[in-house]
């Protein structure tokens, strides 16, 4: 591999990421933007057509790859079914050849409280959250340790002891994402393996925000500031840069030296009161 052209512009040419939940949202801003720098991406999600409600899909992320030269896969995953996941991983080391970057940024969301959120909702977010980034990194480690180079990168809160009312069930299966990530930093750093977790500082646009009506796009920020993010950590040599659970502006900060970030809002101004979601 040549060296980076810069931080948040990393040559990524020979690279191969996956990137679930890359049909919409931050995924699909993720998986285009790995293929500007240079990656093969595999686009893993359940959506193969866009419809009104869920707009977006593998293969139109796909496409957008494509079009820019990079090779795309675009493969169903239904990240429940271990099986799937299975496939995902090695359909991507056959066809495009290796697997350094996993992405676990598929997910799924319910802020109610524990009466409100029935044992059918809580093993939904247990299986689409933390039981799919183990899978997903128990079938892609075996490439990344042959190869002895890799980035786990997992999308969730860092962990705290704070109780999340109203979160509960969500942040029990996002907080054993966090739990994966710093097992895989811990087991592998002589592999040099990287496992991280990434989370906003604000709301991001994204369907859920949308769908969850979390306040409005004066809000929030767009997806490209969790993109330089991820791209800013991908930058860095694996066993240099593991074990941490980052905040979007703090990996912009340590890793980027960037330190102004108004023109990630999606009305490019701040608003007079941000919200918050750092410490979930």
């Avoid at 969301?109 to 059918?120: A, C, D, N, S």
């Avoid at 912009?252 to 490019?268: M, N, P, Q, R, V």
């Amino acid at each position: 591999m040549t060296e980076s052209k810069s931080v948040l512009h990393p040559d990524l040419r020979g690279r191969v990421a996956v990137v679930t939940g890359a049909s919409r949202g931050i995924g699909r801003a993720l998986a285009i933007r790995l293929a500007r720098e240079g990656a093969d991406v595999a686009v893993a999600a359940k959506s193969e057509r866009s419809t009104e409600r869920l707009p977006g899909s593998i293969h139109e992320t796909a496409d957008a790859i494509r079009a820019m030269g990079r090779r795309a896969l675009a493969i169903p995953t239904d990240v429940r079914d271990e099986d799937a996941i299975r496939n995902l991983i090695e359909r991507t080391a056959a066809e495009l050849g290796r697997l350094d970057i996993l992405v676990n940024n598929a997910g799924a969301i319910w802020t109610q409280p524990i009466l409100e959120t029935p044992p059918k909702r809580f093993d939904l977010m247990l299986g689409v959250n933390a039981r799919a980034a183990y899978i997903a990194c128990y079938y892609a480690l075996p490439h990344m340790v042959n190869q002895q180079w890799g980035h786990v990168l997992n999308m969730c809160p860092r962990l705290t002891g704070r109780p999340s009312p109203g979160k509960v069930a969500y942040m029990i299966s996002k907080l054993g994402m966090a739990r994966v990530a710093l097992g895989v930093a811990a087991e592998h750093e002589r592999d040099n393996i990287a496992g991280n977790t990434l989370w906003p500082r604000t709301i991001i646009e994204t369907q859920a925000s949308i769908a969850w009506k979390m306040a409005d796009r004066s809000q929030w920020r767009t997806p490209e500031i969790v993109c330089d993010a991820s791209l800013a950590i991908f930058a860095q040599e694996p066993r240099t840069c593991t074990g941490r659970q980052w905040i979007d502006e703090d990996a912009l900060t340590t890793l980027a030296g960037i330190t102004a970030f108004d023109h990630y809002w999606c009305e490019g101004k701040p608003p007079a009161n941000p919200i918050y979601i750092d410490k979930w």
